[in-house]
């Protein structure tokens, strides 16, 4: 009797093991990258913005680097993905919690070209990141509204926006960056809020649509105006915040634009790194944490 419940209590052993060593390797094969596959990597950097983009055939692109203190997180992150040369970096606009950590990711990798928008800021963040470029002996490229700067294949990546020379907020400056991969699209807008998002309305219209929206703002009122959600008319959205942030993003008006269109929802302060991937038709989500 003492021998069968032994056996019991070890083939419960085996089994646990079994299944928590088949969980890692899932989690393991999801971070992979298959050298024909997009995957786009929205790392969970507290209340900013930082996106990792895995173009096919190995090309890189990183959207924005968080604050001044995630360096250490997003080279990591980075180069747990074998990374060492990124070939675009898009700097959206000149706020720290976009820009702050990209003066260590230049200083670290192998840089091809920088894109950030043509407007100035006084900030030591700003400067750190020009002198990153400076002494990379790199220089600042702006982008011109609708510039394609990748299309080869089935792949596409164009800038949307700014399309203004002059804006009150700096927000609206944000570079608003589409990939195309197949049947699929990605729309990432920075901070871009609601002039800008009317601009690109007027110039690209149904040329918006896209499968997934990384809103712009962190989820503010400021933006996903609701003709701008109707045009882009998203399947996933995501949302870069910080848990408990005091800005109250992302506010609860545009959850509810959300939610009334049964659009499926992902919250860097609640799902942690979100990571989607897409073969040209269809699109797998990777989350770091369940809600």
Not at 107 to 116: A, H, L, P, R, S
Not at 140 to 149: A, F, L
Not at 176 to 202: I, P
Request: proline share 3%; charged share 25%.
């Amino acid at each position: 009797m003492k021998l069968k419940k032994l056996s019991i209590i070890c083939l419960i052993f085996i089994l646990t093991f079994v299944t928590a060593a088949c969980t890692i390797t899932t989690s393991d094969t999801e971070k992979k990258q298959d050298p024909d596959a997009l995957k786009i990597h929205f790392i969970d950097v507290g209340q900013g913005d930082s996106i990792l983009v895995n173009l096919p055939q190995k090309f890189t692109m990183l959207i924005d680097a968080g604050n001044n203190n995630d360096g250490e997180k997003i080279v990591r992150y980075i180069k747990d993905q074998g990374i060492k040369r990124i070939d675009y970096i898009v700097g959206t606009h000149p706020h720290e919690d976009h820009i702050g950590a990209l003066d260590v990711v230049i200083q670290t990798f192998d840089i091809g070209k920088v894109y950030m928008p043509k407007v100035s800021h006084n900030t030591k963040t700003f400067k750190d990141v020009l002198l990153a470029v400076k002494e990379k002996g790199l220089k600042v490229s702006s982008p011109k509204p609708g510039e394609i700067i990748f299309d080869k294949e089935d792949l596409k990546v164009q800038f949307l926006a700014p399309n203004a020379e002059k804006y009150e907020e700096l927000n609206n400056y944000s570079i608003v960056t589409k990939v195309t991969y197949g049947e699929t699209s990605f729309l990432l807008t920075g901070d871009a809020e609601d002039v800008s998002e009317k601009e690109m309305l007027e110039k690209f219209g149904t040329g918006l649509k896209a499968n997934v929206l990384k809103l712009g703002h962190h989820g503010s009122t400021s933006s996903t105006t609701p003709e701008f959600l109707k045009a882009v008319s998203p399947e996933y959205a995501v949302i870069s915040v910080g848990k408990d942030n005091t800005y109250g993003h992302p506010h609860k008006e545009t959850i509810g634009r959300l939610n009334k269109k049964g659009i499926k929802i992902y919250r860097t302060d609640k799902n942690g790194t979100v990571v989607m991937s897409s073969d040209g038709q269809e699109i797998s989500v990777w989350v770091e944490k369940e809600n």
